[in-house]
Each structure stands twice: as structure tokens, then as C-alpha cells.
């Protein structure tokens, strides 16, 4: 099923959780929804499955206005942070219940039931748990069983409210490329919201970057990484270097140091924040002019590539970002003789910028 | 009574693992002092005064314990205080659920005003409770005057009692759901909706199961205040005898016309209700104990 969200707007009193919000989210896919707590992206998705009520806009599922269908007509599964599993059934009954609150003339036969929730389980590969209570499983087994019930009553869509946002890091990892599996077999269009970036790149076939009730971006995961199209998608997504400064020429002057770049539509005098990915990053010793004055503080070497932490010097930072990392790779790290302790300078080869008030 | 939902998960065994461990463990004249202390408060104050009831009862033998319960007017006072239980205690179980389902699931103006005023009949004076009645009900009162031409009777008959005991009664079910309620939250009835079930079929099948242990421990302490309340009561019944005494005030009238052996015969039958009802929220507790230390045990 495809979802059409259109101009949906969202205040809780005077905090404005989504300000006319359109997106169009076609069949099949599975999508992120990412931001920073509080961007408005568990609204939007609570929205879409009907448990909130949008103040303005509506929803469009399968091209059919579904803003005034109630929960239970508008065919979405959801899966919540928490699991929601009902505790006082046991897991083979949670994942029925779907199909036994069917009219009686949709509700599937006894046997039936079974044979379907068992495929569930097996599915979810823990049909060995049919018995057990929702509280004697592990967060994980937890969350893959809720997804099982959801699956149950054969959703259009799925929508996911941060499913794996209470697991430990490893479980975490495991259920996300269990996902992603899971969604190659069914093909089923799942939007599910993380404020984790590399869970939204890893997992996802598009993601729709929020921040503070907006979209700031939509892309695939290559795209959001590599080509950020606005100074919260730089910040956001991937360790990144931030540089803040005035245009002066082809140079952004940051403190007593001046960053070449390459743009020509800026003014002189406007303020920029200029960012650079570590790889991107490259560090010059000698006597330059180029370049923003740095500290090595740490070489940390563990892999094929090696990282340089570096604090900015005093004057360049201006209580803004401190510190910066390069990653250099053990040709260059040779050719450097880096020691701790050491003053050098560092710039980029592709350096992005962005107005201080400037969003695209 | 607000703590009440706290004790239907007893912690058991946190008290033998401090005892067995040097390093928290008491000087043993500690614990015998604490616990002296207790008994002899317990006996002093629970337990005698039970025994008296009993002992006093059956004074004169069998028989005549018999003869004072099956005397007309006592039969008459026991039918009056299962009709008053029998009305209230049904009707506050639906405003109880229904006050419960309201402050935990839903947002609303006032909710916390609400949620004090549930607790007023614990705060004032049952015989206070009883004169509003009378005020409003009364011959002098507000629609008195009204109820008499239509020759409705509302005070000194049996709907001034019933009413009297829904108001004393009224916060025990609502006081025992509302925590529970509110701890549990509304994930689950949420997915409830999300996979097709109706309002009905979402309280029956996940709102109602998960509630059914503190619901009862409220209707039980609910039916046992409304079978003993005296004071409201008192206040709206006129004291008519056979007509309407409920068991409380029957034994007050027998007890002040010397009547002990009767008064204590019946008096008897009240503290029989209070142990069988101790008897059940014990069990209560114990199936609820068991229900979450199933929960805990993952």
C-alpha cells in the first residue's frame, strides 16, 4: 500500500510536533524515519496508524482518504517500542488475537488459526516459545513476536515505533538484519522511526530525515550520507567536522584562520558553517596559511585506517564544536610523522557549505 | 487505601535473606522486642475483642444465638443489608471501572479535581454524609416537600439507605484500579485497535484480564464497608424496626435495651462477614502475588 501524507500538522499546546508535513511513501519499500527526539517522527507515524489525530492534513492509504477511518479499518500493523505484547496471554494467543476479534464471518477456523500462527512463529523463528508468557522472553524474542502478531492479521502496511530502541546494542544489530531479511521475503511497505543513524543507513531503502516537526531530507542512505543537503543533514548523519565562519573570497575565515573553498555564489561577510567528513579531511604540517590550527590529541590506530582526534586552538572554536577527526590513511600517516601533542593545520578537499540561516 | 494496590505484590523473601545475612541482621533483643510489642498490640486490640464477639454470642447456648438471628425483625435487618450491598456494591463497580477507564486512558480537563473528589467520601464524616441526604431528601429539604405530594419516600426508607451506602462505598473500586491502571498504561489496548478488535472486544479480552485482581479486591473491601457502615446509614434510616434496620443499627438498638446475647449474636455474624472477607482478599493477594511474581521471574 502506498501512503500519501499531506500538509499534516500536529501541535501539543504550544509545541508544534510536525508543521505541514508531505510525503509520498510508495509500495514496498522500507523507509526511516529519522531525527533527533522530539522531531516529531513517532507523531507522524502514530498519525499515520490513526492512534493520534492530526490538527490539519490528511492521510491518503492506497489513494483513498483514510484521515477519518477509524484504527481498525485502516489495515496497518504496529509495532511498539515497548512490545505491547498482552501479558496475560500466552505467546501462540498473542499472536491470534488478531485473527480471533475477526466478525464472524471473516474469522478463520480453529485449525486454521493454529496452522497460521504457527507459520508466524516459525516466520519469527521462535515457534518453540508458543507457550511461554510474554514476561519469561528476552527483549528481543519480545519484539519479534510482536512483530508476528502484527504480521498476523495481514497488514497493508507496517509501522514500526522505534522497535528496537529498548534492546542492547548486540540484539540491536542481530534484529536489524533480521529485518531487513524479513522485508526482502514479504515485501510488505514498512515505515519504521529510529533516532539512530546507522540503524536508518544499514537497514533502510529510503530515509526521510526530520527535524523539529520538519523534513529536512529524503533519499536513499547513499544519498543522505553523501550528498547532505542541509547543515542539520551534515550534522546529523556520520561523524562530521564543522567549521563556523565568515566568507571572505575563496576563503572562509574561521578565528585567525582562513579554509579555502570552492563556492562562488556567497557573499563576502555572510556567516557559513562549513562541514568536511573526517575522510574528507586531510592535515598539513609546515608553515601554511591555509588550513585551521589544531592539536593532535590522540592517534587512534585501530584498523586499516587511522584516526586523528584534534582540538581545535582556542580562538578558532569560539565555544562551537572542539574537537575534529581525520581519518588518514598509513601512506599519509608515515609521511606525516604526526606526534601527540603536535601543532598542525587541517583542511578539506571538499568542503560544504551552508549559510548560517540558509536551509537547502 | 491508596496504598492498597502496593500490597497485592507482596515481596516475599526479602525479609529471610536480610535476617540470614550477618551483615544486616539485628541484635536478636531487637527483634524480640519489635515483635512482643506487636503481638501484644495484636492480641490486645484484634484479637480479644473478636473472641469477645464470639464468646459473648454463644453465652447463652445455641439456641438462643439461633433464636436472635431468626427473630423477624433481625431476619428483616440482614434482608435490608444484602439489598443496600446488592445495589451498591454493582453500581460502584461500574462507576468505579468506568471513573478508572477515564482517568487512566484519557486527558481531560479537571482530571486531577476528579481524582480528588473520588476520594471525598474517605475524607468527611459518614454522619455528614447521612444529613446532605436528609438535607436534599428530607421533608425540610431542597425537593422534600416535592418527593412528599408525589408520595415518593426517599429518607426513613430503604432508598435513602441504599443511597447513603453507594456514597460511603463509592471510591473503593475506582481508588483500588486507578494506580494499576495508570501503571499499565494504554500500549496494549492500543494494539489491541491496531489488529481489528472493537471497544468491547479490547476491554473484555485485554483491558478487563488485566485489571480482574485489583477489581475484585476492590469490590470485596467495597461489599464489606457497605454491609458495615453505620454512620450515613444511621443518619437516613429513622430507625424503624423491620423496616429499616440494617444490621448495624439492629445491633445498636438490641445492645441498648440490654440485650446483649442477641446484640452479640448478630454482632457475630458481622465479624463472620469481615473474616470470610479477609479470608478472600488474602487469596486475592496471593493469586496476585503469584500473577506478578510470574512477571518478575523473567
Known sequence: ?360 | MAGAAAHLAPHSGSATRFEANVATRDAPWVKYTVLTIGLTYFVLFLMLPLVAVFAEAFRKGWEAYLAALVEPDALSAIKLTLIAAAISVPLNLVFGVAAAWAIAKFDFPGKQFLISLIDLPFSVSPVVAGLVYVLIFGAQGWIGPWLSEHDIKIIFAVPGIVLATIFVTFPFVARELIPLMQAQGRDEEEAAVTLGASGWQMFRRVTLPNIKWALLYGVILCNARAMGEFGAVSVVSGHIRGETNTMPLHVEILYNEYQFAAAFAVASLLALLALVTLAIKTYIEWRAGLNSSVETSS
Open chain 1, 1 to 360: 500500500m502506498s501512503i500519501e501524507v499531506r500538509n499534516i500538522s500536529k501541535s501539543f499546546g504550544a509545541f508544534k510536533a510536525l508543521d505541514k508535513i508531505n510525503l509520498d511513501l510508495p509500495r514496498g519499500e522500507l523507509i526511516a524515519l529519522l531525527g533527533p527526539s522530539g522531531c516529531g517522527k513517532t507523531t507522524l507515524l502514530r498519525i499515520i496508524a490513526g492512534l493520534e489525530q492530526a490538527d490539519e492534513g490528511s492521510i491518503i492509504l492506497s489513494g483513498e482518504d483514510a484521515s477519518h477511518k477509524h484504527v481498525r479499518e485502516r489495515h496497518v500493523g504496529f509495532v511498539f517500542q515497548h512490545y505491547a505484547l498482552f501479558r496475560h496471554m500466552s505467546v501462540f494467543e498473542n499472536v491470534a488475537f488478531g485473527l480471533r476479534v475477526k466478525d464472524k464471518k471473516e474469522r478463520p477456523s480453529e485449525k486454521e488459526i493454529r496452522a497460521k500462527v504457527t507459520r508466524l512463529l516459525e516466520l519469527v523463528q521462535l515457534d518453540w516459545l508458543a507457550d511461554r508468557f510474554p514476561q519469561q522472553l528476552s527483549g528481543g524474542q519480545r519484539q519479534r513476536i510482536a512483530l508476528a502478531r502484527a504480521l498476523a492479521v495481514e497488514p497493508q502496511v507496517l509501522l514500526l515505533d522505534e522497535p528496537f530502541g529498548a534492546l542492547d546494542a548486540k540484539v540491536r544489530k542481530e534484529l536489524r538484519r533480521w529485518l531487513r531479511r524479513l522485508h526482502d521475503e514479504l515485501h510488505i511497505s514498512s515505515v519504521f522511526v529510529t533516532h539512530d543513524q546507522e540503524e536508518a543507513l544499514e537497514v533502510s531503502d529510503r530515509i526521510v530525515l526530520m527535524n523539529k516537526g520538519r523534513i529536512e531530507q529524503i533519499g536513499s542512505p547513499r544519498e543522505i550520507y553523501n550528498e547532505p543537503a542541509t547543515s542539520f543533514a551534515y550534522g546529523f548523519i556520520g561523524t562530521v567536522n564543522e567549521f563556523r565562519g565568515r566568507v571572505e573570497g575563496n576563503y572562509v575565515r574561521v578565528g585567525e584562520d582562513l579554509l579555502p573553498h570552492g563556492r562562488t555564489d556567497l557573499h563576502d561577510g555572510s556567516s557559513v558553517v562549513a562541514f568536511a567528513r573526517p575522510h574528507e579531511t586531510e592535515i598539513v604540517k609546515g608553515e601554511s596559511r591555509e588550513g585551521v590550527a589544531a592539536k593532535v590529541n590522540r592517534i587512534l590506530n585501530n584498523g586499516a585506517i587511522t584516526r586523528v582526534e584534534l582540538i581545535a586552538n582556542g580562538d578558532a572554536r569560539q565555544g562551537k564544536k572542539d574537537y575534529f577527526e581525520v581519518e588518514v590513511t598509513p601512506a599519509d600517516l608515515a609521511a606525516l610523522e604526526l606526534a601527540t601533542g603536535e601543532h598542525v593545520r587541517i583542511k578539506s578537499r571538499r568542503l560544504s557549505l551552508f549559510g548560517e540561516n540558509e536551509t537547502k
